[in-house]
């Protein structure tokens, strides 16, 4: 078995589900013609064009909140931040908006009023509800 690099391996399973579902999209600052920071990307943009890899404007919050409505319309996006720093305000639109939209529902009914939009998001339910949990604990 030939030795790759962890970035080499991003890149052919990036291409390997890219080429095989049409609904898998990559989306961050560089991505796309530079290849992203690391290169994990890099040729994807050729070979599936711009609108499936995706070049963003630098802002991690935007990113992250085009990743989720994305993800809530039926697409598998793959949104890369560049350094760690970045990922505390991309959790808070995971948090706050995938999280909620997730296949994990109830509905308060209180008084008659049923608001499901408005339901009381606890920090455990936010942490084991999410568009790819397995499972939700209450």
Not at 75 to 99: D, L, N, R, T
Not at 104 to 132: E, F, L
Request: charge should be negative; proline fraction near 5%; include cysteine.
């Amino acid at each position: 078995m030939a030795q790759i690099t962890l970035i080499e391996a991003v890149t052919q399973a990036l291409a390997y589900e890219m080429a095989h579902d049409d609904s898998v999209m990559v989306l961050g600052e560089d991505v796309g013609l530079n290849g992203g920071v690391f290169r994990a990307t890099q040729g994807l943009q050729e070979k599936f064009g711009e609108l499936r890899v995706l070049d963003t404007p630098l802002d991690e919050t935007t990113i992250a909140g085009v990743t989720v409505g994305l993800a809530v319309a039926g697409m598998k996006p793959v949104a890369e931040a560049q350094f760690e720093g970045f990922i505390y305000p991309m959790m808070e639109q995971i948090a706050c908006h995938a999280a909620p939209a997730s296949p994990c529902r109830r509905c308060s009914v209180r008084r008659g009023v049923a608001a499901s939009a408005h339901r009381n998001i606890t920090p455990k339910r936010t942490s084991t509800c999410s568009p790819t949990s397995l499972a939700c604990v209450w």
